[in-house]
């Protein structure tokens, strides 16, 4: 299950995480959104070990998805050393693709 991130521990799960992490900008209402969430919460099963996964909810946190430019959902952004280091926008992706993505940082 891919960890629920918020404006309070966004810091220490994602800036300050010893591996890279892949965060889901979503929200309830977005389709395509609750489309991909089983893969991204099987992702986050099956990559435990190598990275970190986690959901925004955007109408929770829109000052993070302000800070990170987040203009359509979902987005993908992978973080390596507190950076944002890829990013994929919408739904057509593939579980593999995100995992090589992941697995590159």
Known sequence: MALV???ENFE????NADKPVLVDFWAEWCGPCKMISPMIDELATEMADSAKV???EIDGAQALAVKYGVRSIPCLL????GEVKDQIVGANVSKEQLKEKLSAL
């Open 5 to 7: 991130l918020n404006e």
């Open 12 to 15: 220490s799960e994602v800036i």
């Open 78 to 81: 992978f973080f390596k050393d």
């Open 54 to 56: 986690g959901k925004v």
